[in-house]
């Protein structure tokens, strides 16, 4: 289905503008539009200190949520996380947390998956913030609760996030509940 979504588009499909199927969105930090017919190059304009601030943390696994944060760190170390893993990350991008473009996310994971495939990434990321050109996807994954129910003991966090090792099961997935994210995030 992406790829039939992408063939039509060509260049423009990992993009918001000029790409017919995916719905606008005024998120943070978007691609910068093409200039007359010069092709998007990527870079964006920085509109949010905070937004930018926040893109960067979770793109380093310091966002201050454990699970975000672990599976941001297994990417980065390991170049793959399982899907719903994937969905975690791109929510809290997008809908979730931080209000940041898709496109952000998109880049992403380009660089650092060792399974990228520019059509699937592309698609997924729309689908998963809501802009795809096909029926809505409402989910909202909690940077908490998702988590609990398929890491209950905390072992990705444990190994990811070797600064929380030592707290309990029962204890491990609350860290992200300290009102001040940035606090928390700043601490590690």
Not at 24 to 47: A, H
Request: glycine share 6%.
């Amino acid at each position: 289905m992406y790829f039939a979504a992408q063939a039509p588009l060509g260049h423009s499909f990992p993009h918001t503008y000029g790409n017919e199927v995916a719905r606008f969105v005024d998120w943070q930090l978007q691609t910068n539009p093409p200039i007359q017919d010069v092709l998007i190059d990527g870079s964006y304009d920085v509109d949010s200190q905070e937004a930018e601030k926040w893109f960067q943390r979770w793109k380093e696994g310091r966002s201050g949520f454990p699970w975000i944060d672990a599976l941001m760190r297994q990417l980065k170390q390991e170049g793959w996380i399982h899907r719903l893993g994937r969905h975690s990350v791109a929510c809290f991008l997008t809908r979730g947390g931080c209000y940041v473009s898709w496109e952000r996310g998109v880049e992403v994971f380009a660089e650092l998956l060792t399974d990228h495939e520019v059509a699937c990434n592309v698609g997924n990321w729309m689908r998963l913030s809501c802009t795809a050109f096909f029926a809505q996807f409402y989910r909202c994954y909690s940077p908490i609760a998702l988590g609990k129910k398929w890491d209950p003991e905390g072992s990705l966090i444990r190994r990811y996030c070797p600064e929380l090792a030592k707290f309990d099961k029962k204890h491990i997935y609350l860290v992200a509940r300290i009102r001040d994210r940035a606090f928390l995030a700043d601490a590690w």
